[in-house]
């Protein structure tokens, strides 16, 4: 990635198509290309890429990658090696790409269109050390599916089930890798279920609360194939202090 400071006002407009904008993300002057009239990303991205731990020298694997943002935040705050986004909507795939272009990333970030439910044909099974993901929340029984596509798919198990993602992550994961995954606290018993069931143990859980006092709004967690039985739970990370503002950890932590 480039060392010189980038200026949006140098940006060839060829880069933007209709209704686009570049974002600053506040984190070794890297950006991302966004639609907000498509899907922008949100917290849940952000709190992922704070919470997964990737080592010098690994490979990861984002399945669901949308328009990139977390292959571009690790790449911009780890070490790893390479880091490839899956995303189905050729769209998100191409701002993705572009976003990549954008940060000089080429040589550590690739973007694939393609479907998460032939992952591991495409890429063969036992591929990488990590993978993480920020899947649909939704399936057919929760909340009403929005009318855009895009949002739909983002949003619901449109395209892939919960059970499709775990899944395909175990298959995708080296013996002794890690999936980190951030969801909401309603379906923690199917996720933890599933990832029992494709020899995904659960180590780490922590629960996000938008307030002290209130119900949490995010799990993250953390599986290991072929791990030991031991979870440990975190304390919770608060998102808001009581003058609605960000708690010291968020913005310490994560840049807010």
Request: proline residues 5%; contains cysteine; glycine residues 8%.
């Amino acid at each position: 990635m480039s060392d010189e400071p980038f200026n949006k006002r140098t940006v060839n407009s060829d880069i933007l198509s209709d209704g686009e904008r570049i974002d600053d993300l506040q984190i070794n002057n890297c950006y991302i290309i966004q639609n907000p009239e498509k899907f922008c990303f949100g917290m849940d991205a952000v709190l992922l890429s704070g919470f997964a731990r990737i080592k010098k020298g690994e490979t990861v694997l984002d399945i669901g990658t949308g328009t990139g943002i977390l292959p571009i935040l690790l790449a911009a705050k780890t070490e790893g090696r390479s880091f490839t986004g899956l995303e189905i909507q050729a769209e998100s795939a191409d701002m993705a790409r572009r976003s990549v272009s954008l940060n000089k990333m080429q040589d550590r970030i690739d973007i694939v269109t393609g479907d998460i439910r032939e992952a591991d044909a495409i890429f063969g099974a036992a591929s990488y050390d990590v993978v993480v993901t920020n899947p649909p929340y939704m399936n057919e029984n929760h909340g009403i599916v929005n009318p855009d596509a895009p949002k739909a798919i983002a949003r619901h198990e449109i395209m892939c089930s919960l059970e499709d993602v775990v899944g395909q992550a175990a298959r995708l994961l080296k013996v002794n890798g890690r999936l980190y995954m951030v969801h909401r606290p309603f379906r923690l018993v199917d996720i933890i279920e599933l990832m029992v069931k494709y020899r995904l143990e659960p180590k780490r859980l922590r629960m996000v609360y938008p307030y002290a006092g209130k119900e949490p709004s995010m799990v993250l967690i953390e599986g290991v194939k072929g791990g030991r039985r031991r979870l440990a739970v975190e304390k919770p990370l608060i998102i808001y202090n009581d003058d609605r503002e960000y708690t010291e950890e968020i913005k310490r932590d994560y840049g807010f």
